[in-house]
């Protein structure tokens, strides 16, 4: 290893495997953090003194900072070094957590889950680091490792957080992801060597501004349009300003000498493919997130509702997740075989083979168990080519950008999912009495859409080169 990298290190040389499973933890930690709110809104009007539509805000506040801080922390990593800013994103991390656990009314509870949301950019620059740090035969299997950690976080959050909040203090599941998230920094320092690729130079302001804004307009319309209306003058001025200030923001990324976002790189083909196959996936794979809970959770009387409570419904969305962390090294084996464009279509193949068992399977736990946890699996495969497919058609110096890029699109997939897959629902709702209730056939028609989507995704995926070796920036070991 370089004395350049052992200065800013650790004191001795830590094993790949040390790297791989400090940088996955953090992964696992912010995904935690993400989903731990969720079983928690049905309580927090009452919890936070706040009308049920204010609380909603305690997701879209971490949604909103989470898409402004990612492709931010991806350029400054590129340019004042990856391990600093992935400690500094921790850090935000463990501060948000204490916020809020110690919150009792929504504007402090809100703050805290915005710097929650500003630690998003954690797994693409671990990956990057990967890139960096990591021998040439180890950074496939680390690279899909890291990017399962999410589907993992995901997964051990919603069950952990439904028990914390039924048994005691729901302040509790924000302790611990704190601590967690000071365990991972002290983890970071001494085992995760500083990158040696740091470029440092101008940072786009400009360009940052833009970009952000555009992103909350964006998706605040997305998120909040069932609620404001679809057609409403908020919901349609909102996306009126995202398009023209994304307009405005791409004529000054050509033009600034170090921009935000490279839009010559990110309009190379691989990086335009991989980037649309990886919001279309995005879409997919969250359709399932959406209408499980709800099928599981509808009275036995509606004739195919399952009656169950959130326990169970965080029961049978964790396998999906523990799936997506051990089909890892099986996306790793087959993208070396037969290049991570292979393997991103037989992910989607699967992610749509999953949806399909879902539209004639959910009569029983089991049949959404089984569905669920083949989605899981095609997710896990195929998001853990992705980074590959980035980083291979990237310059060395725009890792982390390369992959924060990606994770934003992603994220933007799984917006305009939660958004469509609501309209769905509602649309296709049935009046039992008085009760408005969600049909069998619209569930069917979300397990229908989410299986198209993957298809295009796979579709997507054709189109790409079916070998993509990653440089690396690591010396032997």
Known sequence: MPSALRATGPSTPPTPGAVVAVLALGGIVVALTQTIAIPLIPQLPRLLHASPSDATWVVTATLLAAA??????????????????????LVLLAAGSVVAALSDSLAPMVVGRVLQGLAAGVVPLGISIMRDVLPAERLGPAIAMMSASLGVGGALGLPAATVLADRADWRLVFWISGGLAVLTVVLVVSLVPASGTSGGGFFDVVGAIGLSTALVCLLLAVSEGAEWGWTSGLTTGLSG????ILVA?????????????DLRVAARRQVLLTNLASAVLGFSMFAISLALPQLLQLPTSTGYGLGQSMTVVGLVLAPAGLLMMA???????VSAAKGPATTLVLGSVVVAAGYLLGTVLMSAVWHLLLASSVIGAGVGLAYGAMPSLVMAAVPLSETAAGNSLNSLVRAIGTSLS?????????????????????????????????????????????????????????TSR
């Open 68 to 89: 402004v801080a990612t492709p931010t922390v991806g350029r400054l990593g590129d340019m004042y070094g990856k391990r600093r800013m992935l400690l500094a994103s």
């Open 249 to 261: 923001w791409g004529w000054w990324e050509l033009r600034v000498a170090r921009p935000l976002v």
């Open 418 to 474: 939660s958004a469509v897959t609501g309209v769905v629902l509602s649309r296709m709702s049935t009046v039992s009495g008085s009760v408005e209730l969600l049909s069998q056939a619209g569930f069917r028609a979300v397990m229908v859409m989410g299986a198209c989507a993957a298809l295009a995704a796979a579709g997507i995926a054709l189109f790409l080169r079916t070998s993509a070796p990653v440089r690396t920036g690591s």
């Open 241 to 244: 300003v995202a398009v023209v």
């Open 327 to 333: 089909v890892a090294p099986l996306s790793a084996r």
